[in-house]
């Protein structure tokens, strides 16, 4: 059943990319940048985590060639990506990751013995770093989020936690993405609560 469960998570992370694409067919507008970036930002989480060993990487190999998919489709779309504040945070985040997992892989050069554990930790927190914009402009315009999307990512993750080796490295990203989808689903509630105030 874990197996199943690890597995149903990366196949639920790539398709996620559907119901986005859907949206941007039907005239919404995505930057593929910022897509483009996290698929990069993911494929370092993935490259880490293959190198730990300890279970973790099943749903972001999804992530990662679902960002893509989003991306070349909305690049298709609106012919352009700009490149922004936003987007150079993204290079930056993915730039210290990699700094941190070379560092990780000297330390495990020289001591003979594997600790990918910072570099865990280092991903995590970038990967929900980058997602914070996306929180904020969500709270902004809480009518263009939709609850069925930000529930599937929900339940993408809880599918990886319950499924990965019980091990920091492997439920980490995972558990934090739960907590980072409770965050905005509860956030989107309580803006939608108050934006026909707000705008009166």
Known sequence: MKDLCVKLSGIGALLICIPVMWRISQGDVFNPASYFLWSLLSLVCVLVLLRDKKGGHTMMIGYVASDFLIGFYAYRKLGKASFGSFEWLIVALTGVCVCIW??????????????????????????????????????????????VICAFYMLVSGLAYYGEKPTLNGRLLPGVSIIYWIIMIVGLIIARSIAPTTTQ
């Open 102 to 147: 070379l560092w990780c892989e000297h330390v495990a050069r020289r001591d003979k013995k594997q600790d990918f554990k910072p570099s865990v930790i280092t991903n995590t927190v970038a990967c929900m770093i980058a997602g914070i914009p996306q929180i904020i402009d969500s709270f902004k315009n809480p009518y263009q989020v939709s609850f």
